[in-house]
């Protein structure tokens, strides 16, 4: 009944399987890979045919985890898997953005990559599994497609690379300081297409050995997809990209003047009115054969990309006057919104951040639900992209898959030089408001977060700053770096190269690749460019705001203290009730962990210290000789118990009331009466022995020692 293949190898410290003819045998391509006990499946189908007028490939990536992999129940209200979470969005542009240079040029039938996760052994992480398994499926398929690709996760650990490492050694990288680096890498045999990374200041020579060591390490992946299909692919799609030279020279001869003189234009929106205007022009001198083609729209975008990228490899000047390593002008400015708690506005050319930093306390934090179990977040970065920072009219509504990317770049780049969370108590988040776009407003957004957060008085180790390289490339291998590019420039040339990071080294690389792969050659120049415009970003930066501020009036203090783990059940109490009653006696915020840290947070310091007070009287232990402040619960012959430490009382002997003899504690004292007392010690039984006798009532200060009755 099935026909199955299966191919495994030793890849690092676990077995690496693929299997397909078993699963899913309707869909166009199906593989099941599984790495130590990590399986995820992938499934692909394709169009037959192209939708008329299709001037775009349609290439659809979805990641899905299922939470019975991990043996786990969704939680929440609804016990379903619904809406994507940023883990499963952020794997599935990882996906695709490796795979879609690899279809065959003019290809624009519908394909669809749906990738599963079936089961999850907590060791390995299976998105680099997930996009194994879809360039083997996609290989299988028949679709013209040029793999296979392959990917590998670098982490970096006491000066040593480590291949595909535990998932628990990359969770908090900035909680552990023997992990520098969570790096994933996709390539092809011969060049590496896409690189993401969070990492923690490394110099530009190890964050490229990283990329050249991941290259290495899935050279035997790509051999055993090959292996896999050549026992399983499917008879290859007959496709021929199509020939639309006579159009293009057509379109060539009708407006390249025009164009070029539209492209000759340094401002943005002129530029685009003008380049709109071009092609109207062009489009009136065809005849209605040549404007029904369906190919008018690539043949338009070649003599755009031909006029852009020529222009540059030439020598010429860039559309906005620069040169290849010059970043546009830069304006920093903070402390924009009174009533923030810190704020930032970046603007670098025509792309603008607006940075807003809010101080939270521990209920601020957020919640993540994962395979690997439920945590909390104490650092958020959210990242909006409203249709009027390009100047169009378009859909405003919740984030999509770009605008989660972009804010997870951001939050990769940053992390690495946040305060410990002992040592600055505060959930913190961010929120960046793209307001002009023309290039790069992820690498804006960490600019003005650094900013923005310094402004809010967050003790950063350093700034941050980023910037996005490009690429021209060449068939004949000439090429050139372009050092801050353009929305133009991103649009029609070859590579997005995001590199952020501080004076001392490397936070985060993104590289996104629109040809078959770029040499190392290629790699370590941009990295050298990057690093020179990084330098001098920081410096226009350092105009705005060289360290961090004071904190905002409207910001929470917080303080914290350490209790043992033993005594958080008295101070939460039966059902809470201790708890609430600190709360609302004092009027602060009081959160406690399993670990016995306490966060105690009030615009008010007086209620901080009401709190703290309350709880170090409950969890403190009473220190022998010295002198407390307590109250007459209860008077008997032979004495008074007095309440002096929390809910902890004690015995006043009636000889250590007063320096004389006394019939009755009540010949001097009184319930509720008022009193300051000296911790002597405990007895044989443990009891409290307290004396009054050798302090000053009025004072509290102890009475020089004289000769008393016992």
């Excluded at 007028?53 to 899905?64: A, E, M, N, R, S």
């Excluded at 930093?357 to 945590?375: H, K, M, N, P, R």
């Excluded at 378009?394 to 410990?420: M, S």
């Excluded at 985060?508 to 690093?531: H, N, P, R, Y």
């Amino acid at each position: 009944m099935f026909n199955i293949i299966k191919k495994s190898i030793q890849w690092g410290e676990e077995t690496l399987t693929l299997e397909t003819g078993k699963i899913a045998r309707q869909a166009d391509g199906s593989v099941v890979a599984t790495l130590g006990e990590t399986s995820v499946m992938a499934n692909v189908t394709f169009a037959k045919q192209a939708k008329p007028g299709q001037d775009f490939f349609p290439l659809t990536v979805h990641y899905v985890e299922k939470y019975y992999a991990a043996g786990k129940v969704p939680g929440g209200f609804l016990k379903r898997e619904a809406r994507p979470s940023d883990k499963e969005t952020l794997t599935s542009r990882l996906i695709d953005r490796p795979l879609r240079p690899l279809f065959v040029d003019g290809f624009k039938n519908e394909v669809l990559v749906i990738c599963t996760v079936l089961s999850h052994d907590l060791v390995n992480e299976p998105d680099v599994v997930a996009l194994i398994a879809a360039s083997a499926a996609l290989t299988i398929s028949g679709v013209p497609f040029m793999g296979p690709v392959a990917a590998a996760r670098v982490g970096y650990s006491n000066g040593e690379y480590v291949l595909n490492p535990e998932c628990q050694d990359m969770e908090k990288l900035r909680e552990n300081p023997e992990q520098r680096l969570d790096l994933v890498v996709a390539g092809t045999k011969d060049a590496v297409m896409m690189v993401e990374s969070e990492a923690y200041e490394l110099s530009e020579a190890e964050m490229l050995g990283a990329v050249k060591f991941a290259h290495e390490s899935y050279q035997p992946v790509i051999d055993l997809i090959i292996d896999l299909a050549e026992d399983a692919a499917k008879e290859p799609f007959d496709f021929h990209a199509p020939d639309y030279a006579d159009l293009y020279a057509a379109v060539k001869a009708a407006g390249e003047t025009q164009m070029r003189a539209a492209f000759a234009l340094r401002d943005k929106q002129e530029r685009v009115g003008a380049i709109s205007a071009a092609r109207d022009a062009i489009k009136a001198a065809l005849s209605e054969e040549q404007l029904a083609d369906e190919n008018l729209g690539s043949a338009l975008k070649k003599l755009e990309s031909s006029i852009l990228r020529g222009a540059i490899i030439n020598g010429e000047p860039r559309v906005d006057g620069r040169d290849t390593k010059t970043v546009r002008q830069i304006v920093a400015e903070t402390g924009l919104l009174p009533r923030t708690h810190g704020s930032a506005l970046f603007t670098r050319g025509e792309t603008q951040a607006l940075c807003v930093t809010t101080l939270g306390t521990g209920d601020d934090e957020q919640f993540i639900d994962a395979l690997t179990g439920t945590s909390k977040s104490n650092f958020l970065l959210h990242y909006n992209f409203p249709p009027y920072s390009v100047g169009e009219v378009g859909r405003f509504g919740p984030p999509g898959r770009r605008e989660v990317g972009h804010g997870k770049l951001a939050w990769r780049a940053l992390q690495a030089v946040l305060p410990a969370a002992t040592d600055f108590p505060y959930t913190i988040r961010l929120v960046s408001e793209i307001t002009e776009s023309n290039g790069s407003s992820s690498m804006a957004t960490v600019c003005g977060s650094s900013l923005s957060m310094m402004d809010a008085g967050v003790p950063l180790k350093a700034a941050v700053a980023g910037v996005a390289m490009g690429l021209i490339l060449e068939d004949g291998g000439k090429f050139a770096v372009l050092t801050d590019i353009l929305g133009d420039e991103d649009h029609l040339g070859d590579m997005d190269f995001k590199v952020a990071g501080t004076s001392e080294g490397i936070t985060s690389l993104q590289m996104d690749i629109k040809v078959a792969g770029i040499t190392f050659e290629i790699m370590e120049q941009a990295l050298a460019q990057a690093k020179d415009a990084r330098m001098h970003i920081m410096g226009e930066m350092s105009q705005a705001l060289t360290a961090p501020q004071g904190f905002s009036q409207y910001a929470p203090k917080i303080e914290t203290m350490q209790v043992p783990t033993d005594k958080i059940r008295e101070v939460i109490g039966s059902g809470g009730k201790v708890i609430r009653e600190i709360v609302e006696t004092s009027g602060a915020k009081v959160d406690i962990n399993d670990d016995g840290i306490i966060k105690i947070a009030s615009n008010d310091q007086a209620a901080i210290k009401a709190a703290y007070d309350m709880i170090y009287s409950i969890v403190a232990e009473p220190e022998v000789g010295k002198i407390y402040t307590g109250k007459v619960v209860k008077l008997v012959d032979f004495g008074a118990f007095v309440n002096f430490f929390g809910k902890r009382d004690g015995l006043v002997h009636v000889s250590q009331i007063e320096n004389r003899r006394l019939n009755h504690p009540s010949d001097v004292l009184k319930e509720g009466q008022e009193v300051k007392v000296k911790l002597l010690g405990f007895d044989d039984r443990g009891k409290v022995r307290l004396a009054m006798k050798m302090v000053d009532q009025t004072t509290g200060e102890e009475l020089a020692a004289e000769k008393t009755e016992e």
